[in-house]
C-alpha cells in the first residue's frame, strides 16, 4: 500500500507521513501454513528429553540428593496433599525453566515502551531479585491497540477530576446503591458508539462473561462453541447448565452440520426440543490473530433461528474502518448480532466489560446478572477514562485524534505482518489483525527468542502449551497505535536477527529475505 | 388299494423313525446337545423374544422438516419493568458518609464503607499519583506485562499485615473466591458449606464440581454430623479416603446474617477430621477484631477500593498463580486501585487499634438501640456492624420493606433492600442489609432509629 497521504503537520499522536485509512474492502484471506516436518519432529524430541530430565530430577528430588526448592507443604499427617504431584510434574520441570520470560513486573505506563524492572535468579527461576534498575523497552505485549495508556493529557486529567469528584470505589452492588450517574452515561454512550438500542457495563472482563451466559441459557439449551474460545466464555457456558458442543475453528461448515443433528436430535436422552440455541464466537482470537467469519455466522444463525453471542474483547477499537469491531469490519447489521460483548481493557486502556443489544436484553441482564446484584459496580475514574476515550472515538472527524489513532493501527498492522511474512516467518492470522503471531513450535525456541529479544530492548510474549497446541508454540506481537515506525523497523531487525539464530525463518509460502529487502 | 400304500407309508415312516431313534443313540453327546440347544433357540425365537422395531433413519426431507419446525424460545423472558432493579437510585458524587441522590443529601447506611475510606483524601491522593504515573489500566494479564511494581507492594504489604507468607490480588471481588476454590478442590473432593454463605462462595463452589454438603448456618453439630457420617464411609475405603481432599467454607462475618462464625470450634474439629479451611473474611476485615485483622485477630469491602485478595503460606497461594482462572485469564488490578488500596492499608495500620475499637464500641451502641425499637427484628452479632433488619414473620415482605426504604429516603436516610437472585441455594428472607460508617455520630444513629420507627408504623398501618 503506498504512503498516499501527504505528510502532515508534527501531531504529536500520529506517525508523520505513514498514516493511511482501512481499505474498504474486507478480506477473507487467512494463511495457515502447514508444519514443516523437521520442526514437528525437533519439537517433540524437545518434549520428550524435557521429561526424562524431568522424571530424572524428580527422583533426585525424591532421593534428597537434589534439594527441593519449591515451597514445600508443611502437612500435619493425616491431611490429603493440597495438590497432587504429577498435576505439578508440568510446573515443575518445564515451566519452571522458562519462569523468566513470564510474570515479568513493570514500572511505568504499559504504552509504546516499557520499562521492565530488571530481575535475576541465583537458582535458576525459583525465585527472583530485584537489581533496582529498569531497563526501557520497545513494548509488543501489551493490550495496548489504540495506544490509549497514557500518564498525562486530557484523558487522565479527566481521571483524576473524577477521583476528586466521585472517588476511588462505590462499594455497592449496582443494584443497591452502587449506580452513579457516570454508569448511565457510559452505558448511553457506548450504546450511541455500538450503535444498539442499549449497553450495559461491568467491572471486570472475565466476570462479564463467566457471570452473565448463565442469565441467557440454562438447562435444556444448546450452546455451540468455537475451539479456540477464551476461558471465560467456557467457564460462562459451564455455570450456565447448558450442553456444550464444540465445533472445529472458524469451519463453518462442521458448525451448519452440528447445527442440523442438534435440533434434529433433540436433547440428549429426552430428544426434547431445544429451548435455545446460543453460538459463541470471538471477534479476533487472541492466539491464533484470526478473525470470526462475522457474515456466514449471520447468514446460519438465521437460518437455523440460532442466537449469536460475539466476544469483542481484542477486536472493539482494533477493528473496522470506525473502530467498532469486526461488526464494523465486516459491514454487517449490529442489529444481526444478538448479544455483543466487550471489554475495556485492551483497547480503551482501562478494565472493565459491557454487553450490548436491545432494550430487552439489557433490561434482562439488569435484573438477572449475577454482576449487577452481588458485586461492587465499576470504579468512577475507570469509567471517566473509557467515557474520554468513546468521546474520541465517536468523533468522525477524520482529523482528530480518535480517527488519526484507528488509522494508524491499521497502518501499523498492514505494515508489520507484510514485511515480517516476506521475511520468511510463518505467520498465522488475518491480514488485518492488530494480533500477530509467529510461529516458533518447540519449547526451548520459545524462551530463546523471549530472552534474545529483551537483550535487544524488545518486550514480546512468547506462549507455549497448555495455552497453544503441544507443537505449536509461538511469539504473539500485540501492535499499537502508539507504535512508530522506526519502532517497528527496529523490532523487525531485531527479529530477523533472533530469527537466524534460531533458525525460524522456514516459511515454503514466502521463502526468507532479508530486511531491506522486503520494503513495501 | 389307498390302504396298502397308507400302510406302507406308515411302514416307511416307522423305519424312518426307528432309523432316527437308532441314529440318535450312536450319535457322538456333544452332537445332541447342539441340536438340543438350537432347537430350544428356535422356540426361543418364535414364542418368547419381543419383537425389535427396527429404526429407520431419517430422510433428508424428515430432517429438513424437524429444523424448519423446530422454534427457540425468545432469548429473554418478558421483563417486568417495575422491577426494582430497573428503577434504582443514581447517585451523584462521591458514595460516602453522606450520597446525593436528584441533588438531595442524605446519610448513606447502605454501603460496604466501614472506616469511611471512600472519598478518604489521603487514599484519593495516593490513586491520583498512581494515575500520574502508570496511567488507568494495566493492558494485560498477570503473565504478560501485567504484572506492575505496585502490585507486588500491595501483596507484600497484605501478607505482612496477616502475618502470613504471601499474599495474592485479584481484580474483582467476586470472582477472587469464585476462582479460589476450583483452584484447590477438583471433581473427587468434598467441600463442607455453610448454608448461609454469599452469592459468590455458591458459584465458586459450583465451578468445582466437587460433592458438597451443606450444614445449617453457624450449626456446629450438624457440621459434625456432617463430618462424622464421611468418616464412617472413609472407614469403609481407606485407599480412596487418602485421595480426596476436604476443605470448610465458611465466612469470617456472614454478608447475609450479619453474624460470626464459630472459628475455635471449627479449627479443634479440623485437626480432629483432617480438612482445610477456607475463610471468606470479605466483611470481617476491617471490621473486627482489635487491629482490624478480622476473625482470626478477634478470637484472637473496608479497605474502600475494589479488588479482592487472598493470603496463606507460599505453598499454598503458589498455586492459584497458575490454576486460578480469574487470576491468570484476566487483566490485573488497574493500578490506581492498587494504590489506593496500600493507602488504605497505612491508615490502618497507622490508627493501629482507635479505629477498629471505634467501629465495634458503635456497632454495640446501634445494636442495643435498635432492639429497643419493637417490631423489627435484627439480625447480626452485636459487635458486627453490618446488620440485618426484619419485619416480624408474616409482615416481613419485599414490598413492605421497599416501602420503609423509600420512605427513609425522604426523611434522607439512604438504606437499601439487601438484593439476592433466586437462584441462591439458600434463599435468605428479605430484609434490610444496615451499615455502620464509623465516622456516624450518636445524633446520626439516633435520627435513624427515629427514622425507622416512624417507617414501621406508616408500613403497618
Known sequence: ?520 | MGSSMARGDIENLATDFFGLFESFKHAPFYHIIIEVSLLLAVVWLLFFRKPRPIEKKLTEKEKQELIDEWQPEPLVPPVDSNHPALNVRVLDGIVGKTVEIDGRKSLNFATFNFLNFVGNQRIADKAIQAVQKYGVGSCGPRGFYGTIDIHLELEERLAKFFSCEEGIIYSYGFSTIASIIPAYSKRNDILFVDEGVHYAIQKGVEASRSHVKWFRHNDINDLERLLAEQDVLDKKNPKKARTIRRFLIIEGLYVNYGDICPLPRMVELKYKYKYRIFIDESVSFGTIGQTGRGITEYYEYSIGSIGGFAVGSSFVVDHQRLSAQGYCFSASLPPLLAAAAIEALNIMEEDHTLLFETIMAKSKRLHKKLLSIKGYIINGDEISALKHLRLTNSLNTVGRLEEIVQFAQSRDITITVARYLTDEHHLPEPSIRLILNVEMTDEELEFLCTVLQEALVKVTA
Open chain 1, 1 to 520: 500500500m503506498a504512503k498516499n497521504s501527504p505528510k502532515q503537520k508534527n501531531k504529536s499522536y500520529s506517525n508523520i507521513g505513514f498514516n493511511t485509512p482501512v481499505p474498504e474492502h474486507p478480506s477473507l484471506n487467512e494463511v495457515y501454513e502447514d508444519t514443516p516436518f523437521s520442526e514437528a519432529f525437533w519439537t517433540y524430541l524437545n518434549y520428550v528429553i524435557l521429561n526424562i530430565f524431568g522424571w530424572f530430577r524428580d527422583l533426585l528430588r525424591n532421593a534428597r540428593i537434589e534439594n527441593r526448592k519449591g515451597s514445600a507443604e508443611n502437612n500435619p499427617p493425616g491431611f490429603v496433599p493440597l495438590y497432587q504431584s504429577y498435576e505439578s510434574f508440568y510446573t515443575r520441570n518445564v515451566y519452571q525453566r522458562i519462569a523468566d520470560c513470564f510474570n515479568r513486573p513493570i514500572g511505568s505506563v504499559p504504552g509504546g515502551t516499557l520499562d521492565l524492572l530488571e530481575r535475576v535468579t541465583d537458582d535458576y527461576n525459583w525465585s527472583f531479585n530485584f537489581t533496582g534498575d529498569k531497563v526501557k523497552t520497545i513494548n509488543l505485549g501489551s493490550y495496548n491497540y489504540l495506544g490509549f495508556a497514557n500518564n498525562s493529557g486530557q484523558i487522565a486529567e479527566n481521571v483524576i477530576n473524577s477521583i476528586k469528584t466521585s472517588g476511588v470505589s462505590a462499594a455497592s452492588a449496582a443494584q443497591e446503591c452502587g449506580t452513579l450517574t457516570q454508569h448511565r452515561k457510559l452505558e448511553s454512550l457506548l450504546a450511541e458508539f455500538l450503535g444498539t438500542e442499549d449497553a450495559i457495563a461491568f467491572g471486570m472482563g472475565f466476570a462479564t462473561n463467566a457471570l452473565n451466559i448463565p442469565t441467557l441459557v440454562g438447562k435444556g439449551c444448546l450452546i455451540l462453541s468455537d475451539e479456540l474460545n477464551h476461558t471465560s466464555l467456557v467457564l460462562g457456558s459451564r455455570l450456565s447448565g447448558a450442553v456444550i458442543k464444540v465445533y472445529k475453528h472458524n469451519d463453518m461448515i462442521h458448525l451448519e452440520k452440528l447445527l442440523r443433528d442438534y435440533i434434529v436430535s433433540g436433547q440428549p436422552r429426552t430428544h426434547r426440543p431445544w429451548r435455545k440455541i446460543l453460538i459463541i464466537v470471538e471477534g479476533v482470537y487472541s492466539m491464533e490473530g484470526s478473525l470470526c467469519k462475522l457474515p456466514e455466522l449471520i447468514e446460519l444463525k438465521k437460518k437455523y433461528k440460532a442466537f449469536l453471542y460475539l466476544d469483542e474483547a481484542h477486536s472493539i477499537g482494533a477493528m473496522g474502518s470506525r473502530g467498532r469491531g469486526v461488526v464494523d469490519y465486516w459491514k454487517c447489521d449490529v442489529n444481526d448480532v444478538d448479544i455483543l460483548m466487550g471489554t475495556f481493557t485492551k483497547s480503551f486502556a482501562a478494565a472493565g466489560g459491557y454487553i450490548a443489544g436491545k432494550k430487552e436484553l439489557i433490561d434482562h441482564i439488569r435484573i438477572a446478572s449475577h454482576a449487577q446484584t452481588y458485586a461492587v459496580s465499576m470504579s468512577p475514574p475507570v469509567v471517566e477514562q473509557v467515557i474520554s476515550v468513546l468521546n474520541l472515538l465517536i468523533d468522525e472527524n477524520e482529523e482528530h485524534e480518535g480517527r488519526q489513532k484507528i488509522n494508524q493501527l491499521a497502518w501499523n498492522t498492514h505494515y508489520f505482518r507484510q514485511r515480517l511474512t516476506k521475511m520468511g516467518f510463518i505467520v498465522y492470522g488475518h491480514p488485518h489483525s492488530p494480533v500477530v503471531p509467529a510461529l516458533l513450535y518447540s519449547p526451548s525456541k520459545i524462551a530463546a527468542f523471549n530472552r534474545e529479544m529483551l537483550k535487544r530492548g524488545v518486550a514480546v510474549v512468547t506462549v507455549g502449551f497448555p495455552a497453544t497446541p503441544l507443537v505449536l508454540g509461538r511469539v504473539r506481537f500485540c501492535l499499537s497505535a502508539s507504535h512508530t515506525k522506526e519502532m517497528l523497523d527496529e523490532v523487525l531487525k531485531h527479529a530477523e536477527e533472533v530469527g537466524d539464530l534460531l533458525n525460524m525463518r522456514k516459511s515454503k509460502l514466502n521463502p526468507k529475505r532479508p530486511f531491506h529487502e522486503t520494503e513495501l
